[in-house]
Structure formats: C-alpha cells, structure tokens
T-cell receptor, first 116, second 109 residues
Framework: EAGVTQFPSHSVIEKGQTVTLRCDPI?????LYWYRRVMGKEIKFLLH????????ESGMPNNRFLAERTGGTYSTLKVQPAELEDSGVYFC??????????????FGPGTRLTVL | GNSVTQMEGPVTLSEEAFLTINCTYT??????LFWYVQYPGEGLQLLLK?????DKGSNKGFEATYRKETTSFHLEKGSVQVSDSAVYFC????????FGTGTRLQVFP
C-alpha cells in the first residue's frame, strides 16, 4: 500500500510569487491534514479535511493560504503571495477516521519551501 | 490549553548508551500520546503510541509509558545505535496532533 506522497519535495521561490503544494493521501483515508514546521520550531497544525470538506482550518495563518481537496482525494495548498516567513517544511498526513479523534495519522515526506 | 513540552536537544550519545528523551503534556482528559521520528532526509514516521493511562507503547527497541500521575510520556531505549540518529517528536492528539519542539539525537560509534 502506497503511503502519503507530497510534491514537490523542495521549492525555492521569490517573495511575492505563488506556490502550490500537493498531497496524495493513503487510498481510502477520508481525513487529510496539513502541518508545517517553521525554522526548527514545533510542527503546527494548519487544517483538516474530512473528505472534501474543511473540518478545522483554525491553524491557517492568514488568507494568503488556500487549501482545497476536490473530490475528496488529493489536496493542494496554495500560498499567494508568498512571504519570507512562509519558509519551512509543510507536511501532509492522512488517517482512516474509523476510530474518531484517536486515529493514527500517517505523514508524507514533506515539502521544503524556501522563500527568498 | 493543550501542549507538549520536550527536552531541548541535541542529545549526543555513544553507541550502546541508554537513551531517555523527556516529554510532558498538558491536556484536558486523557488524549492518545505519540512519538514520531524523522530520520535525515525523510518524512515523519510513527514510532509508537499509547492510547490510555499506564499503556506502554514499544517499537524498534524504544518504549514509552503513558503516566497520568506525572503527565509524562518519556521515550527510552536501552542501547542506541548510530542508525537511531534522528529528530524525535512527542505529540498528543485532540483531533489534530499537537507536537513538542522535537529533540535531535546524535549517536556516535
């Protein structure tokens, strides 16, 4: 069974540009999460999808970030326009949702975003 | 609120030494607790978990016991290897995962 995949693995852009990150969850997982780790600090929650619906987007830092999950499969996270403080590693995770909030989340390898 | 506190790193050990990475949490109720590990150049991997008080999670020689009296979930391994060098993250779950800052472990031969 394939794990969570993310694309690209690295992205280097200039301030003001747009970047779109993609996450493909484990097949059949209804729950999809985005997290990020900035400057070696703790990993922080961004948002949670259940199928195609946003269940919790309380961690989204501002309206420059837009997440979508069309059809309840893969998800994209767009940053527009990117700022220097957006640099970090963006992780995607998925879970099956069969046990509610105690479900184990499985993570992708992350996308390292550098904004110059 | 809910939070996780981990010991600062890096932790530097010689091969076969005993490892402890401290983790304490603050939470309402008794959330499931996790240790994740990130090896160099790789993503986060679940190392072990415990879903209720007094549970012991174990994997690859690592262990952690869910202690509600001390609100702790310390990670231990009796004999570390060079291949254990990685960043270790303690976390609790409240719908979303709430992580500690991570502890870098460096094991030298």
């Amino acid at each position: 069974e394939a794990g969570v995949t993310q694309f690209p693995s690295h992205s280097v852009i200039e301030k003001g540009q747009t970047v779109t990150l993609r996450c493909d969850p484990i097949s059949g997982h209804d729950n999809l999460y985005w997290y990020r780790r900035v400057m070696g600090k703790e990993i922080k929650f961004l948002l949670h999808f259940v199928k195609e619906s946003k269940q919790d987007e309380s961690g989204m830092p501002n309206n420059r970030f837009l997440a979508e999950r069309t059809g309840g499969t893969y998800s994209t996270l767009k940053v527009q326009p990117a700022e220097l403080e957006d640099s970090g590693v963006y992780f995607c995770a998925s879970s099956s949702g069969t046990s509610g909030v105690r479900d184990t989340q499985y993570f992708g390898p992350g996308t390292r975003l550098t904004v110059l | 609120g809910n939070s996780v506190t981990q010991m600062e790193g890096p932790v530097t050990l010689s091969e076969e030494a005993f490892l402890t990475i401290n983790c304490t949490y603050t939470a309402t109720g008794y959330p499931s607790l996790f240790w994740y590990v990130q090896y160099p150049g790789e993503g986060l991997q679940l190392l072990l978990k415990a879903t209720k008080a007094d549970d012991k999670g174990s994997n690859k020689g690592f262990e952690a016991t869910y202690r509600k009296e001390t609100t702790s979930f310390h990670l231990e391994k009796g004999s570390v290897q060079v291949s254990d060098s990685a960043v270790y993250f303690c976390a609790l779950i409240r719908g979303k995962l709430i992580f500690g800052t991570g502890t870098r472990l460096q094991v030298f031969p």
